[in-house]
């Protein structure tokens, strides 16, 4: 009965997960061009061909910059909010959902407003003009480009995980916070001391969740940039699409997308291991 039960999801994760992974690692060591019909044995030649590939090498720099700044706005911005709505101020409810709004609007939706508000002559640089600043070409800009880009994901995403740390915050105890409070310490140092450590739990799967999913985006390069100009947004995830459905070449394609997962794995695995040393109750 026990097999029975946990049979559907085992032949899913082989299916969509293992079948695939094991699949896209057989395509990366050979040469497949499926508009010439070719699937020839190449061994590591993609691996090495990775090596000496400068677009690949532009891209895993434009990746590790979207990955920063996202991870460190989103992060921040999302616990800044998650303390202040934990408050108990009027309106808080009103602004809980203001911000978590976002997440459920579709993303290609969201990235096309936003590509309009970017503009030349689109909203924001509309509002601008009115306080007597003229705005430059936001999406046509190679600083300015990746800026929007990332800010454009923050507001997507920073409602999710300010209900997650909203959810953490609610859990701290307030007799611990109280006790601290008689003590004489402070509002920073009661944060410092108490909260972030009790938080931290939360703060490990809410680093995890954002850098993977970092390192995962697509649609708002596609939509907004098309990974331009010239190479400043063309992440690793772009970059793989453009080997595989433009230049038709499918087995480099599936080389990166190894090197993508390889990434991933060692970037979580880092966090996981290195969890004992600031996250709270592990040892």
Known sequence: MGYT???????????????????????????????ASTFTF??????ARMLEDPGLRDSLVASLWFSVGLV???????LGLAVLLNQRLP?????????????????????????????????????????????????????????????VQVFKNVGLNMILFLAALQGVPEEIQEAARIDGAGAWRRFRSITLPLISPTLLLVSILTIVGSLEVFAQIAVLTGGGPGTSTTVLVYYLYQQAFRFNDFGYAS?????????VLVLTLVQWQTRKRWVFHEV
């Not at 946990?6 to 050979?30: D, E, I, K, N, Q």
């Not at 460190?72 to 999302?78: E, F, P």
């Open 5 to 35: 039960m946990v049979a559907p999801a085992v032949l899913g994760a082989v299916a969509f997960v293992v079948a695939p992974l094991v699949a896209v690692v057989w395509y990366s060591l050979h040469e497949w061009n499926v508009l």
């Open 91 to 151: 309106g808080t409810t009103t602004f809980r959902t203001f911000f978590f709004s976002p997440v459920v609007v579709s993303l290609v939706a969201w990235t096309i407003v936003w590509s309009f508000l970017l503009q030349a002559d689109g909203g924001i640089n509309g509002f601008l003009s009115t306080v007597g600043i003229d705005g430059p070409n936001w999406l046509r800009g190679e600083t300015t480009a990746m800026l929007s880009v990332i800010v």
């Open 72 to 78: 460190v706005l989103n992060v921040t911005l999302a």
């Open 255 to 263: 080389a990166v997308s190894v090197l993508l997962f390889v990434i």
């Open 42 to 47: 190449t061994g590591g030649d993609n691996y």
